[in-house]
């Protein structure tokens, strides 16, 4: 069984994204670049599933990237994580969620997956869109937000973690899962798998090699910082926090 | 324009957030409702009664039943053949639908929006929130999630729109319904509370979560929310994680106790109307935000507050 896991280059989720002056957009010059968080959880998946999680019924790992050159970085990275080969798909224009679910239903058609796992959302855009466009795409069921995931020759059973709690769906083979953060916890490559990840296959294409158009439908106007919150004061002892929260009207 | 916007609900009654959801479609045109599920009449009738509202469609089949993205974006892409814009309060219901939905129509989904600022132009929040954008769709069809605590709720009274039953588009037998964990909480909801305490990895285990953060919050009927930290380290269940990944609230009061407030955890409550928070560590970056600040050992002062109320 293949599983083809998409991977995207963000912003490090330790930064602090900072607005442009010029109001175009978050400032990604010289700022230290990874993995979208999701993705590595649903990069790890695949592997635990390939080292015998659930009866270890898959046999090759697919990462693809749609993006820059440098997105080859973040294939890279999971390649040394144990993923098998990669597919990158350059594009110096931005390509919106519709049109990466479009390149992927296009490299699934040729790949012939049975499981897609994704990350739910990357925290640069937060759109949380591609997994399920995708799904809706290739008409394949779509196991949300997973926090566990469990695998058998025909369908695949996801514990997912929504607005009141979890709920746990089953879907028929092929399907698209997107991970949530309490999946599992992601491995650091070691330093020998970092350099034989440099000899793993890796494809480069284009989103033109697929014939996907890719022009972006939204236009963004301006990007602001958002209102500012100023710190206020600090209280000496609790009996000061209880004076403040009846002056409120929140406590008698 | 004419506007479909998704009822959420649990079988019984209208989640609030479907109010937030008609307000922001209010702006774009006329406000229809799709209330989709298995014995829903009661939902509908309801939903009917939410002020502003012409017409309700009701999609009662077993297919329906719980809310399967699989069988109800193509009920979904079908009714948008009559209208202009399917709109949905960002819950986990409408996150894992709408998008399957935008992909039917072959448009880009806005998810999240913070305002309607024309008919085809959305502020919404990029970057964990530490960015808005102001985008500018043109597609002519348009899917849109809504983010509930940036607007006002519809009155859910005073309505009177007519209920119009849609025929099935039957169960693409891809997906099945296997069981659910829903919480029964007491408390108030998250996404409605008027004041919430919520408690980070510093509490320590699930004992401690409970004994410290609980009566406090029900001395100030206050619902109870987590970090990341918190949740994964088992405190306390998923659905009461705040933050860019887990729940968005804006309550009138949001207690932090024993929370750092990284950008992930401050992205999903920095628009509190008060923000208090309980920190040992004086350069915590909670206090940055917070109009009020306690520094100290929440084992010492979170009981003295919750005997003190
Ligand atoms: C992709 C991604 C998504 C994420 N999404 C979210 C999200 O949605 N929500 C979220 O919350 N986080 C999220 N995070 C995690 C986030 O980055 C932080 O790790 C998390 O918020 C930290 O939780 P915390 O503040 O409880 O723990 P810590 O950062 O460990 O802070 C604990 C705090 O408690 C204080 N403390 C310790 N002991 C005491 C005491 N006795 N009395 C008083 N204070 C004490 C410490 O001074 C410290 O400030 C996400 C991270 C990633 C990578």
Redesign the interface.
């Known amino acids: 069984m293949k599983v083809l896991v998409p991977v995207k280059r963000v ?1 490090d ?1 330790n930064v ?2 900072r ?1 442009k002056a010029d109001g175009t ?2 400032d990604l010059a010289n700022v230290k670049m990874s993995m979208n968080p ?1 993705d590595e959880i649903a990069v790890e998946e695949a592997i635990r599933l390939k080292e015998g999680k659930n009866g270890g019924g898959v046999t090759e790992i697919v990462v693809v990237s749609i993006g820059e050159q440098k997105a080859q970085e973040t294939i890279r990275t999971a390649l040394a994580m144990g993923a098998d080969r990669g597919i990158l798909v350059t594009s110096d224009e931005k390509v ?3 049109g990466v ?1 479009k390149i992927l239903a296009k490299i699934v058609e040729e790949e012939q997956p049975s499981l897609v796992i994704l990350g ?2 990357a ?15 290739l ?4 196991g ?2 997973a ?1 566990k995931v469990e695998l058998a020759a025909d369908s695949v ?1 996801v514990t ?13 083979l092929p ?1 698209i899962v997107t991970t ?3 999946l599992n916890e992601p491995r650091y490559a070691s330093l020998p798998n970092i350099m034989k990840a440099k000899s793993k296959p890796l494809a480069t294409k284009t989103a033109a090699d697929y014939g996907v158009d890719v022009t ?11 209102a500012k ?1 100023s ?5 000496a ?3 000061e ?2 004076m ?2 009846q002056a ?1 009207g ?3 | 324009m004419k506007t479909l916007v998704w009822v959420e609900h649990d079988g019984t009654a209208v989640k609030d957030a479907t109010l937030a959801a008609v307000t922001a479609a209010s702006k774009l045109g006329e406000v229809h409702l799709l209330v989709a599920g298995q014995g829903v009449d009661g939902v509908a009738q309801a939903a009917a009664k939410i002020a502003g509202v012409g017409k309700v469609h009701v999609a009662d089949d077993a297919a329906y039943a719980h809310q399967i993205a699989e069988n109800v974006a193509p009920l979904v892409a079908q009714l948008m053949g009559d209208h202009d814009a399917f709109v949905a309060a960002a819950t986990t219901t409408a996150k894992n639908l709408c998008p399957r939905v935008a992909a039917l129509l072959d448009v880009m989904q806005i998810s999240d929006i913070l305002s309607v600022e024309g008919e085809d132009t959305f502020t919404r929040p990029i970057y964990a929130g530490n960015a808005i954008a102001t985008v500018q769709t043109s597609d002519a069809k348009k899917v849109i999630t809504v983010r509930g605590t940036a607007f006002e709720k519809a009155a859910a009274e005073g309505g009177s729109a007519t209920i119009e039953a849609v025929s099935s588009t039957g169960d693409k037998g891809i997906a099945t319904f296997v069981d659910a964990e829903i919480a029964q909480n007491a408390r108030p909801e998250l996404t409605s509370a008027k004041i919430i305490v919520s408690g980070g990895r510093a509490l320590q285990n699930g004992e401690n979560f409970h004994a410290l953060i609980e009566p406090l919050a029900d001395k100030l009927g206050a619902g109870v929310g987590a970090s990341r930290a918190a949740v994964d380290a088992g405190f306390v269940p998923n659905d009461y994680q705040v933050g860019q990944t887990g729940k968005i609230v804006a309550p009138e009061v949001y207690i932090a106790v024993g929370i750092s407030g990284a950008i992930q955890h401050l992205a999903g409550m920095k628009d509190s109307k008060t923000i208090i928070a309980i920190n040992k560590d004086e350069d915590a970056p909670i206090f940055q935000v917070a109009d009020i600040g306690l520094v100290g050992d929440l084992f010492k002062v979170v009981p003295e507050l919750t005997e003190k109320l």
């Open positions: 912003l989720y602090k994204p607005v957009g978050v999701f919106e969620p519709l679910a739910k959302q925290i640069d855009d937060d759109n949380n869109q591609t997994g399920q466009m995708l799904a809706g795409l008409g394949w069921g779509q949300t937000f926090s059973t997912r973690e929504v607005d009141g709690g979890l709920e746990t769906d089953r879907f028929t399907a949530d953060l309490r972006p439908r939204i236009k963004t106007l301006k990007v602001v910082e958002p919150r710190a206020g004061v600090k209280v002892d609790v009996d926090l209880v403040k929260l409120m929140i406590a008698k």
